[in-house]
């Protein structure tokens, strides 16, 4: 039974262009959660998701952030027009129940803008 | 919002030593987890507490839920170099839908072989 994945690992963009990250949750988990990690710092939740809905998206900056989690396929967390600020790993976490404790997290993303 | 505050933020010792770490909140909190985070790893749940007051092992591991609920600590006993990494606490509030998980900003553990 594969972990959450994440892809990719790494991602370079430059001010301006999109990121697209994805998270496939583990086999049979219909709820993701998305966090976001500066250096030095704790995790920052940005939103949760269940399939084809958004349950909570408090933690989402207002403007050029986006997320879905489709019937079919991965969750996908976006970045439109991406700035240096952007710059950290992203995490995907799933589990099988709302805010089940047994969260289960990928490898993250680690974003870099330049 | 709310906060957690982890304590201490860093900690070097040497191996075999015992490490205790806390987190405490002015918030009262229904669950209390502990995860730990190696370099370039997502972070791992290590010990989750449910009832105020538990007391939970998993090797030489022990977390405690505080009994005002609004802390927790994690000891680690005769502390080994694979124990370096990120120790997170992290808090669950609300209930529903409203529910939330709030992190504390970790404490870096570096372990001197």
């Known amino acids: 039974n594969a972990g959450v994945m994440q892809n990719p690992r790494h991602l370079v963009r430059r001010r301006g262009q999109e990121a697209r990250l994805r998270c496939s949750p583990m086999?049979?988990?219909?709820?993701v959660y998305w966090y976001r990690q500066l250096p030095e710092e704790g995790l920052k939740f940005m939103v949760y998701l269940q399939k084809e809905n958004i349950i909570d998206e408090s933690g989402m900056p207002k403007e050029r952030f986006s997320a879905e989690f489709p019937k079919e396929g991965p969750s996908i967390l976006r970045i439109q027009q991406v700035v240096r600020g952007d710059s950290a790993a992203y995490f995907c976490?799933?589990?099988?129940?709302?805010?089940?404790?047994?969260?289960?997290f990928g490898q993250g993303t680690r974003l870099t803008v330049v | 919002g709310q906060q957690l505050n982890q304590s201490p933020q860093s900690m070097f010792i040497q191996e075999g030593e015992d490490v205790s770490m806390n987190c405490t909140s002015s918030s009262i909190f229904n669950t209390w987890l502990w995860y730990k985070q190696e370099p370039g790893e997502g972070p791992v749940l290590l010990i989750a507490l449910y009832k105020a007051g538990e007391l939970t092992s998993n090797g030489r591991l022990t977390a405690q839920f505080g009994i005002t609920r609004k802390d927790s600590f994690l000891n680690i006993s005769a502390s080994i170099p694979s124990d370096v990494g990120i120790y997170f606490c992290?808090?669950?509030?609300?209930?529903?839908?409203?529910?939330?998980?709030?992190w504390g900003l970790g404490t870096s553990l570096a372990v001197n072989p």
């Open positions: 086999k049979g988990h219909s709820h």
């Open positions: 992290a808090g669950q509030l609300g209930a529903g839908n409203n529910r939330k998980l709030i």
């Open positions: 976490a799933s589990s099988h129940r709302q805010m089940n404790t047994e969260a289960f």
